[in-house]
């Protein structure tokens, strides 16, 4: 089975003019055709997040005519308009909405269901997606609409502000991706309001900013990052969130929206395999945005110089929303709109420059988390996700059902390269349960086609084992396709076992169950609210690769050796020890690990040279 959501890289969408005003063509097509006698260019379909469709439309309309000046559309955008501004804005309250600061404003907001009391959780965002499209709306409307027109939509859309930001609570979902949105449309409606009005609105917006959103980023893997729904980052909507702060920087020039994107954009990239696959974050946990990544992803792989549009997007989604009859939604329209606006081409070089939570060649990727430990492996097209036994997830050595893989200490990294090879090596003190403090020392190893991973520690008692991965999916042409192979050697015995239980708890690989949905299953939260991540932690084991030990390795020591990727020759590395050195020789490098004297500071050493000579 495919996964649904991971499908082709978004830089291989063509972003020339020509292609743009082709998709406009075929919005117009079906905006008209579809258009109803009220102005109502909502699909027939559409029952949530509805309350900006037919605005976004209207947008992606009033675009349309400013780049082709088709004389049917300045009817069809004022006929529409007048419909939004008639039926979809709501002024007395939504019953059973709780987060508001002040009962009965009269201020007006969106709806994220029509019906009254229906769903009321979603009108935050509806509202400043409503707010976001009356801007876009007005940013094109010299010659389209009239005065009157105009100065209610300005009127509406300083309402949406005022009733995001004063009437009800900020950002009440957590979502920053919402919370940075906001801050957009108000830096946008500032410049269609009086100069006081605006002057205002923008001051407003900047402080919101600051201490609502910037205040309460959430670190993760040394970048500050602004949350989603109870995380630092969600691989759906992280990226959206680096859209609006694209956007923001776009129209205000205010460098921190560039600082913040730069942090931001460089975390994607850490994170984000060689071939556009990222798993994790605590909305969904494979699921991609597609045209609403766009405009965050190019401007800022320009700013960071690295290839941000290898990210996997969703191609169903690729120039707007839409229903499964293939039929423009509305939804989300600023984000096709604000992408055909600016002018940013993809950089589509990676960067060269060492990351310490990423290694990165060719092929060949490893992310690794906040722990050093590798949260993503890939290898000749397959992706590896950590294994799980007794409810423990990462990489590393088991001993006695323990995995050593979780800092007692400060865990250190070195990165090297040598030739076509590039190398990291990651020490962390570990305390098992035996409770003696062990030293692991992770070597990571690639020629951009395989990988090489050794680890070496203090000699264990027992039989233990390396846990060095699930095999979870493969790259197939524009999809992503489960899998439970594995293209690998090993110097010891390796074994892929699978969990003999079949609850939720387990998870097999041969399954058509994917992480996402074992996720959810085992959330706190139902399926689309709350951190599915949390939910993962509480597996209990999974499918699981596992490698004995290296024969010939120093007596004092036990160390694993495992190669990923393509390979017909044997693996059989060769290992040596003097004092706290170690050397290890495989048939691509030689490497060695620290230094028999040591140094004043007690850095971890690694020297790297091609071939099996030191």
């Known amino acids: 089975m495919h996964l649904p959501h991971q499908r082709g890289p978004l830089h291989d969408l063509p972003d020339t003019p020509e292609a743009y005003d082709a998709v406009l063509a075929g919005v117009t097509e079906q905006a008209l055709a579809r258009m109803t006698p009220e102005g109502n260019l909502e699909h027939p379909d559409c029952v949530d997040d509805i309350g900006d469709t037919s605005l976004g ?113 900020f950002n009440p979902q957590e979502a920053g991706n919402q919370a940075i949105g906001c801050v957009v449309g108000g830096l946008m409606l500032s410049r269609h309001l009086p100069p006081p009005d605006g002057a205002s609105v923008r001051r407003r917006a900047m402080r919101l900013y600051g201490e609502e959103i910037r205040a309460h980023r959430v670190l993760d893997r040394g970048a500050l990052l602004p949350p989603e729904h109870g995380g630092a980052y969600d691989n759906n909507y992280g990226p959206i969130s680096l859209s609006f702060l694209a956007q923001a920087h776009r129209v205000s020039g205010e460098e921190i929206f560039a600082e913040d994107g730069d942090a931001l954009a460089r975390y994607i990239d850490a994170r984000l395999t060689n071939g556009g696959f990222d798993n994790g974050g605590p909305r969904y946990s494979e699921q991609h945005s597609a045209f609403e990544s766009v405009l965050g992803l190019r401007y800022f792989s320009a700013r960071i110089g690295s290839d941000l549009g290898r990210y996997r997007g969703d191609s169903r989604w690729a120039r707007h929303a839409r229903k499964a009859d293939g ?70 050595p088991v001993a006695d059902g323990f995995l050593l893989c979780r ?157 990923y990727g393509p390979g017909d020759e044997e693996f059989t590395p060769a290992f040596e020890s003097e004092g706290t050195a170690l050397t290890v020789r495989t048939e691509a490098f030689t490497a060695v690990i620290g230094e028999a004297a040591g140094d004043a500071n007690a850095e971890p050493e690694l020297t790297l040279s091609c071939g099996t000579d030191a």
């Open 407 to 563: 800092p007692m200490g400060e865990v250190r990294v070195r990165d090297v390269e040598s030739g076509p090879l590039k190398a990291k090596l990651v020490t962390k003190p570990v305390v098992g349960r035996d409770h003696v403090l062990r030293h692991v020392r992770s070597l990571y190893v690639t020629d951009g086609t395989r990988l090489w991973t050794t680890v070496a520690v203090e000699r264990l008692d027992g039989t233990p084992y390396l846990l060095a991965g699930l095999p979870y999916a493969e790259n197939d042409g524009d999809r992503v396709r489960r899998t439970a192979r594995a293209r690998m050697a090993s110097a010891g015995t390796l074994r892929l076992t699978h969990p003999h239980a079949e609850d939720v708890h387990h998870f097999d690989a041969r399954s058509e169950r994917t992480q996402e949905q074992a996720a959810f299953a085992l959330a706190l939260d139902p399926r689309g609210y709350g951190n599915p991540d949390e939910g993962w932690r509480h597996l209990v084991a999974s499918s699981a690769l596992e490698a004995e030990p290296a024969p010939g390795a120093p007596e004092d020591l036990h160390v694993f050796a495992v190669r």
């Open 327 to 396: 039929g423009v939604d509305g939804h989300f329209a600023w984000m096709l709109v604000w992408q055909i606006q600016d002018t940013t081409r993809w950089h589509r070089a990676p960067s060269t420059a060492p990351v310490r939570h990423q290694l990165r060649a060719g092929t060949v990727s490893v992310a690794f988390d906040d722990r050093m430990t590798p949260s993503l492996v890939e290898a000749a097209g397959t992706y590896y996700l950590p294994a799980a036994v007794n409810r423990q997830h990462g990489f590393g």
């Open 57 to 169: 439309v209207t947008s992606l309309l009033a675009l349309a005519w400013q780049r082709t000046k088709d004389p049917r559309l300045p009817e069809a955008v004022r006929r529409s308009l007048a419909f939004h501004l008639s039926e979809r804005v709501y002024t007395e309250d939504n019953p059973g909405y709780p987060n508001l600061r002040t009962r009965n404003s009269g201020l007006p907001y969106a709806r994220y269901t029509l019906a009254a009391g229906a769903h009321p959780i979603g009108d935050w965002p509806s509202t400043v997606w409503a707010l976001l499209q009356a801007v876009n709306v007005l940013d094109a409307a010299d010659g389209l609409v009239d005065d009157a027109q105009r100065a209610r939509l300005v009127e509406v859309a300083h309402g949406y502000w005022r009733r995001l930001t004063e009437v009800t609570f």
